[in-house]
């Protein structure tokens, strides 16, 4: 067996110990969670910066039925175990708020949404903003909308954060064609302490370029929103979008041919991962790795794929990444099957010096649910698997 064949099988031994002997703790940890209702959709979005995590849980009846809540985890310096710190619920609680359905975090502040992205409302989502005082609790401290009321829009689908700035995406604004979408970016004045809306991006091919919005990234002054297929026999793209000197966001780049009705995106730095799960061979999957060079272009510098393809493997279904570490979900088993379906997390890693993403394992508890979330930091992995027929959980993964 090969090393990485034993750190793969390492990783799902420690699962399958129900993680209480010390070498699984210090390989895959478990996060505490008191509600152990099926349904509950703990682990739908997840976030990780450092030692603190945070947790959706869009399906709890925390203050109404559905109402939804988030949780936020630490970890300790000694012990190097995590603890639940605090469990969030909006203040304007209803029923079938789907409160945690997505979430943000960068630094003492996060970005939780409150949309469930198959419930089309007739009104405009909310998004919160909660931040960490300096006695270490989390105060709701804002909420933010589109400002728009939309026949058919799912506003709050995605929440993305960095540093002052926020996103949210709607799909389906309508004052942009039929299900043309947008991305709402707001920015916090720390001289009046409040959050303005200081723009709303459309992507400039329109509809026939894919449903622009959903899972949106950002870091610094990019910005990435995909626009994702709607049709068999269209594709998607991403658009790119980059903050100028003059204080406006440009559309900069737009990337087509991008094959998934769901694209998932992450950004570090100056590089892009992009999630396809219908493409490649048999429609198993792809994820595509673009870079800009010193001179400012855009090129693919690598392209990942399954060690061993299945056919609709849904591969890419979410990714992440974080310096040299990538992180993709997939099947690793024939989905047409009605047994031994098993989603995994596949890591990849960059070597330094041939600059190649090689593949290196596994993460794997043996749940289909597992992966229904992914974020990544330096050697943190932070997993969801969030089920409608089972409680939902989260793990952290250190990665060699």
């Known amino acids: 067996m090969n090393q990485t064949q034993s750190w793969c099988w390492g990783v799902v031994l420690a699962?399958?110990?129900?993680?209480?002997?010390?070498?699984?703790?210090?390989?895959?940890?478990?996060?505490?969670?008191a509600d152990t209702t099926a349904?509950?959709?703990?682990?739908?979005?997840?976030?990780?910066?450092?030692?603190?995590?945070?947790?959706?849980?869009?399906?709890?009846?925390?203050?109404a039925v559905d109402g939804g809540a988030a949780?936020?985890?630490?970890?300790?310096?000694?012990?190097?175990?995590?603890?639940?710190?605090?469990?969030?619920?909006?203040?304007?609680?209803?029923?079938?708020?789907?409160?945690?359905?997505?979430?943000a975090l960068s630094g003492d502040r996060l970005v939780i949404a409150s949309s469930n992205s198959e419930d089309l409302r007739r009104e405009a989502e909310v998004v919160y903003i909660y931040e960490r005082d300096t006695l270490g609790t989390w105060r709701q401290t804002a909420t933010l909308s589109a400002g728009d009321r939309f026949e058919d829009s799912n506003?709050?689908?995605?929440?993305?954060?960095?540093?002052?700035?926020a996103v949210l995406t709607t799909w389906g604004d309508t004052s942009h064609g039929r299900y043309g979408g947008a991305a709402?970016?707001?920015m916090y004045e720390a001289t009046t302490g409040l959050w303005n809306e200081t723009a709303r991006l459309t992507g400039s091919g329109g509809i026939r370029y894919g449903v622009f919005g959903g899972q949106a990234s950002i870091r610094g002054n990019l910005l990435v929103v995909p626009s994702s297929r709607y049709l068999d026999n269209?594709?998607?793209?991403?658009?790119?979008?980059?903050?100028?000197?003059?204080g406006q966001w440009k559309?900069?780049?737009?990337?087509?041919?991008?094959?998934?009705?769901?694209?998932?995106?992450?950004?570090?730095?100056?590089?892009?991962?992009?999630?396809?799960?219908?493409?490649?061979?048999?429609?198993?999957?792809?994820?595509?790795?673009?870079?800009?060079?010193?001179?400012?272009?855009?090129?693919?510098?690598?392209?990942?794929?399954?060690?061993?393809p299945y056919r609709h493997g849904a591969f890419g279904s979410a990714v992440a990444l974080s310096k040299d570490?990538?992180?993709?979900?997939?099947?690793?088993?024939?989905?047409?099957?009605?047994?031994?379906?098993?989603?995994v997390v596949y890591v990849y890693r960059q070597d330094r010096q041939s600059r190649s993403w090689d593949y290196q394992g596994i993460i794997d508890i043996g749940r289909v649910a597992f992966g229904s979330a992914i974020a990544l930091d330096g050697h943190r992995a932070l997993v969801g698997a969030a089920s409608a027929g089972a409680p939902g959980e989260a793990y952290i993964v250190r990665i060699p």
């Open 15 to 33: 699962a399958a110990l129900t993680l209480t002997s010390s070498a699984a703790a210090h390989q895959i940890e478990q996060f505490p969670h």
């Open 39 to 63: 349904g509950n959709f703990f682990g739908v979005a997840v976030a990780i910066e450092g030692t603190r995590a945070v947790v959706g849980a869009s399906g709890e009846d925390v203050c």
């Open 71 to 103: 949780y936020v985890y630490e970890e300790d310096k000694q012990t190097r175990r995590w603890a639940q710190v605090a469990r969030l619920a909006p203040s304007d609680c209803e029923h079938r708020r789907f409160f945690g359905r997505s979430v």
């Open 155 to 165: 506003s709050g689908i995605s929440v993305a954060l960095s540093g002052d700035r």
């Open 184 to 186: 709402y970016v707001f």
């Open 234 to 246: 269209a594709s998607g793209s991403l658009y790119l979008f980059e903050y100028l000197e003059s």
């Open 251 to 308: 559309e900069s780049l737009r990337i087509d041919g991008v094959d998934d009705f769901f694209i998932s995106t992450a950004v570090d730095g100056d590089r892009i991962l992009v999630g396809e799960r219908r493409a490649g061979s048999a429609g198993s999957g792809i994820v595509t790795m673009h870079e800009r060079d010193s001179l400012g272009t855009w090129h693919v510098a690598a392209t990942l794929a399954p060690p061993a």
């Open 325 to 343: 570490r990538a992180l993709v979900v997939g099947y690793d088993e024939q989905l047409k099957q009605n047994i031994n379906i098993n989603r």
